[in-house]
């Protein structure tokens, strides 16, 4: 027993390690069927007072590929003409143009992206140094820094991405760049095709803007309509359907002048939808806030023609150049079955960005008892938001999130420390949504889904239950093909088989690895891998025996005469495995791994263990072993 005791503690360390890292999995098996019994509140509550314990949980347990339990396949494409357009020192007609043409040719042709953009601009005599760099860099320098931008956007926004899919809690992603500005995402038990979007999509471009006046905001408002019903528009999609003689942009003094027209459409109620869009085309469809705040309320079907007349370039003349629109993040009531969505005037210039958050978090506020997203900013952006806050008391400050209005509080007080807060979710899953956008950080480009594939988790549950029959029908028949032809020495075989398995999916835990269906195949392989070499040492054995030799040296020497073929067999094939797993991707990968993983715990079971087992039995006094 001493002679062995360094091999035994190393073998129950070994066991207990397997045990400790794949004691999560059962925990979190444990905490699913329990939340699976839970309705609503109670849900709610266990996983409030559960929260650690489950997150930890669900990162340490074994994770399972995406053809195990179901989930979604993304192909993500970087815009990354959009980031060139961001980086442009300045826009003008020919940039646009030549950024047209450019989208255009890209989706037909293999020539890269840049270089499109670099033809492009020689094309019509444009140094390139007229929108980036300065005025001595040359072509091929802009191109080679425009090169250097773009790749490290796209490795960012790869970052970024993991990021945000870790703290959403997938298990095990696969994310991987494919091409030059294309991304695989692969998550596991992901079903929420909508979450998923807005997770992978949002840029996370979080700015605190300075609302209008009311009075500034009417008066623009009102302005638009004189222009527009001056101009005989009666298409209220924004096209000239009239020859009535065109009036000059001009407003009404009175602040209150939006206001009237808006409560005039509401005494004309025996006019026709016709008559009331001729005589006020644009408050007929962006009806002010009737409580002074400043903002319009707009139907959903209405909010494209709205963006439309806004868009076109007669009536941006009207709006000031320090004046922009948004639309709110989500609708605010329906009436008489219609959304309405609100149109806020806001300053274009933000007076604080997301850059500043340091942390957020999902809550419920205890006042309200609706979700909210608390921030907190480091301490240049708290000095900025006391600032802020204390110079614009009484004045709203719109939250903005890619371009949609989420809340715009009214600042009662100055705000001191860098607290704040974002409303307007409709649950707390879309909080939390948000909370894990804004601490990964925004995209450096936008992202857009090009491909999506869902498996479903009946064809995960199908995988699994075919995977283990098929793992569970060749445990069972090699244990009894052991056990017929190799008697006691079968059994004990069979035993170290059982510590091979429970290594295998040990480190797979430890190392949080992914367990795929090709990763089954490769546990199946390695199984019988296992007892290969038992069977090599016992026909050894076996052969020393008839020559007379005692149990022991018989022993010694099939252990000794065995062990360069098994050793030599195992090694290749772990070669095979490394290459495998070094060149190729997704199921590749998982296959080798678990092989790998197999061949080096089958060596130690079947090497070690047995022979260990086989010491102590003759330390007790065995004098026979029977080897079949």
């Known amino acids: 027993m001493r002679k062995n005791l360094t091999k035994i503690i190393i073998i129950v360390a070994s066991v207990l390690l397997s045990i400790y890292f794949l004691y999560p999995t059962y925990k979190d098996s444990k905490y699913t069927r329990e939340l699976r019994g839970l309705r609503g509140e109670d849900s709610l509550k266990y996983v409030d007072r559960n929260e650690n314990a489950i997150r930890d949980a669900r990162i340490k347990r074994l994770k399972l590929g995406l053809d195990l339990q179901g989930g979604m396949r993304v192909v993500l494409e970087v815009d990354v003409l959009k980031m060139l357009e961001a980086t442009a020192k300045n826009r003008d007609d020919n940039f646009n143009s030549i950024l047209a043409d450019v989208r255009k040719e890209a989706t037909t042709s293999e020539v890269s992206l840049l270089d499109i953009f670099k033809k492009k601009f020689q094309e019509k005599g444009i140094r390139l140094s007229r929108y980036y760099g300065n005025i001595r860099d040359s072509d091929d320098d802009i191109i080679s820094n425009l090169d250097k931008l773009s790749t490290e956007a796209i490795d960012r926004g790869m970052e970024i991405i993991r990021n945000r899919v870790d703290q959403y809690g997938v298990s095990e992603p696969t994310i991987q760049k494919l091409g030059g500005r294309r991304i695989i995402v692969e998550l596991p038990g992901v079903s929420k095709e909508s979450e998923v979007r807005q997770l992978l999509q949002g840029t996370a471009l979080l700015e605190f803007k300075l609302l209008k006046d009311p009075e500034v905001s009417y008066k623009i408002m009102d302005t638009i309509d004189k222009y527009l019903a001056g101009k005989g528009i009666t298409d209220t999609t924004g096209g000239d359907t009239s020859k009535t003689k065109p009036s000059s942009p001009t407003g009404r003094k009175d602040t209150a002048a939006a206001t009237a027209a808006a409560e005039s459409l509401n005494a004309q109620l025996p006019k026709t939808e016709a008559e009331q869009a001729k005589e006020h085309p644009f408050l007929f469809l962006a009806r002010p806030d009737q409580r002074g705040g400043g903002e319009a309320y707009v139907a959903e079907e209405d909010r494209d023609k709205v963006t439309r007349l806004l868009n076109r370039d007669d009536v941006k003349h009207l709006i000031p150049s320090d004046v922009e629109f948004l639309w709110s993040a989500k609708h605010l009531f329906i009436s008489e079955g219609k959304r309405y969505y609100v149109l806020y005037w806001v300053k274009k210039e933000p007076e604080l960005t997301g850059g500043v958050i340091t942390t957020a978090r999902a809550t419920i506020d205890p006042n309200t008892n609706q979700p909210i997203v608390t921030m907190e900013m480091n301490s240049?952006?708290?000095?900025?938001?006391?600032?802020?806050?204390?110079?614009?008391?009484?004045?709203?400050?719109?939250?903005?999130?890619?371009?949609?209005?989420?809340?715009?509080?009214?600042?009662?007080?100055?705000?001191?420390?860098?607290?704040?807060?974002?409303?307007?979710?409709?649950?707390?899953?879309?909080?939390?949504?948000?909370?894990?956008?804004?601490?990964?950080?925004?995209?450096?480009?936008?992202?857009?889904?090009?491909?999506?594939?869902?498996?479903?988790?009946?064809?995960?549950?199908?995988?699994?239950?075919?995977?283990?029959?098929?793992?569970?029908?060749?445990?069972?028949?090699?244990?009894?093909?052991?056990?017929?032809?190799?008697?006691?020495?079968?059994?004990?075989?069979?035993?170290?088989?059982?510590?091979?398995?429970?290594?295998?999916?040990?480190?797979?835990?430890?190392?949080?690895?992914?367990?795929?269906?090709?990763?089954?195949?490769?546990?199946?392989?390695?199984?019988?891998?296992?007892?290969?070499?038992?069977?090599?040492?016992?026909?050894?054995?076996?052969?020393?025996?008839?020559?007379?030799?005692?149990?022991?040296?018989?022993?010694?020497?099939?252990?000794?005469?065995?062990?360069?073929?098994?050793?030599?067999?195992?090694?290749?094939?772990?070669?095979?495995?490394?290459?495998?797993?070094?060149?190729?991707?997704?199921?590749?990968?998982?296959?080798?791994?678990?092989?790998?993983?197999?061949?080096?715990?089958?060596?130690?079971?079947?090497?070690v263990i047995t022979r260990v087992i086989f010491e102590v039995m003759m330390e007790r006094g065995a004098t026979a072993i029977n080897f079949g």
Do not use: C
């Open 380 to 607: 240049e952006g708290s000095r900025d938001w006391a600032r802020i806050t204390g110079a614009n008391i009484n004045k709203r400050i719109a939250i903005v999130l890619d371009k949609a209005v989420f809340s715009s509080p009214v600042v009662r007080t100055k705000i001191i420390g860098g607290n704040s807060q974002i409303e307007g979710m409709e649950n707390i899953d879309e909080a939390r949504l948000l909370e894990i956008v804004l601490k990964a950080g925004a995209l450096p480009a936008p992202v857009e889904i090009i491909e999506q594939r869902n498996v479903g988790p009946s064809l995960g549950e199908d995988s699994i239950s075919q995977g283990l029959f098929s793992t569970i029908l060749s445990f069972v028949a090699i244990v009894l093909f052991m056990v017929v032809y190799y008697r006691k020495g079968g059994g004990i075989a069979d035993l170290a088989l059982l510590f091979n398995i429970l290594f295998i999916l040990g480190v797979l835990a430890g190392f949080q690895a992914t367990l795929t269906l090709p990763g089954i195949a490769g546990i199946i392989l390695t199984i019988g891998m296992a007892v290969d070499a038992n069977v090599l040492i016992y026909e050894r054995i076996r052969e020393e025996a008839v020559t007379g030799k005692t149990l022991r040296a018989a022993i010694d020497a099939g252990y000794s005469k065995a062990f360069h073929a098994i050793f030599d067999s195992n090694i290749t094939t772990f070669f095979s495995g490394v290459i495998l797993y070094q060149f190729g991707t997704g199921p590749v990968q998982g296959f080798a791994l678990t092989l790998m993983i197999g061949i080096a715990a089958s060596m130690f079971s079947a090497i």
